[in-house]
């Protein structure tokens, strides 16, 4: 073989190589910055390329991945004048690998001090309270300011986070004391309450008890009446029947008088005999009737008869 086909060889291996090494894949969410002399000429996006050698070159090598920037924390003075550390989480994109590459230099320490003092002036205007509970205020606020800021340079700020907040020992003692301060009334609270309820339903259960008591009683008043009541009714039922057994008796009495047809004499008599019994008693007094004459008339008769009615019976 001759020297210049040696020669050839070797060259021809060279622009293989040479077109080899500058043959680029760009992968997933990654981007290329190509410059020419010097000069800023694309962006190669996912896919295939080829630069030209000795001419072109990768400005830079941009991954388009959302990044967390993680910050250490940075010393802020509230408007009560309370120094603390409070440390930030940042989450930002690429959006434009151009304005990234050459819209600032070092990107990375420039969000960070724009982070820091973004978040000094916000701090500033609350105090210690606020600032402990205003965490999505401040996220709000820092995103909006940090987003508005760093658009020129390529980058999207999507979110930013308060990871922690730490004031000073002596304000953490404090505010532990007023954590313990405040579970201690609330602790005091629900005892108290509890024994209001309690003492509550003791006392609804004795007026409870109380009503029922009354109640019964009540019905037992109500009952005793009602026995009363019958017993009276039967008593008087009783003597009406009783008045009503003893009219019917007189009632009787003279039908059968009527009946029999004894005529005025014999009810002389009878009156006569009454007087006779009531002369036993103790009375002093005797009311003799204006016919007493012939009440002894009436008497004589009798006696006659009487005396009459023996002789027959001795004869």
Do not use: C
């Not at 019905?219 to 039967?234: Q, V």
């Amino acid at each position: 073989m001759t020297p210049s086909l040696y020669v050839i060889g070797a060259a021809v291996f060279i622009v293989m190589i040479l077109i080899i090494s500058n043959i680029k894949v760009v992968s997933q969410s990654h981007a290329f910055i190509i410059e020419r002399l010097g000069t800023y000429l694309t962006t190669w996006q996912t896919g295939l390329h080829v630069k030209v050698p000795f001419i072109d070159r990768v400005a830079n090598h941009i991954s388009l991945k959302e990044k967390v920037l993680d910050f250490p924390p940075q010393p802020v003075i509230t408007k009560d004048n309370v120094t603390m550390n409070i440390d930030t989480v940042v989450y930002m994109q690429i959006t434009d690998p151009k304005l990234y590459t050459y819209g600032v230099e070092n990107p990375m320490t420039a969000i960070e001090n724009l982070s820091a003092t973004t978040l000094r002036n916000i701090i500033g205007e609350l105090e210690l309270d606020s600032t402990l509970t205003s965490r999505d205020l401040i996220n709000t606020k820092m995103r909006a300011i940090l987003d508005e800021a760093t658009d020129p340079w390529g980058i999207k700020v999507n979110r930013v986070e308060v990871k922690n907040i730490m004031p000073p020992n002596a304000i953490r003692e404090a505010m532990e004391k007023q954590m313990r301060a405040e579970r201690e009334r609330r602790e005091k609270i629900l005892i108290a309450e509890g024994q209001k309820q309690s003492e509550i339903l003791v006392a609804e259960g004795k007026k409870q008890s109380r009503i029922l008591e009354a109640e019964a009683d009540k019905e037992s008043r109500i009952l005793e009446a009602e026995a009363e009541r019958e017993a009276l009714i039967k008593k008087a039922e009783g003597e009406a029947q009783s008045i009503l057994k003893i009219q019917q008796a007189t009632a009787d009495g003279l039908k059968m008088i009527k009946e029999v047809g004894l005529d005025d004499k014999v009810i002389k008599l009878k009156s006569l005999e009454s007087l006779e019994r009531a002369a036993d008693g103790r009375a002093t007094k005797i009311i003799v009737p204006a016919d007493f004459q012939n009440l002894a008339g009436v008497v004589a008769s009798v006696s006659e008869i009487a005396k009459g009615t023996k002789g027959n019976a001795e004869s």
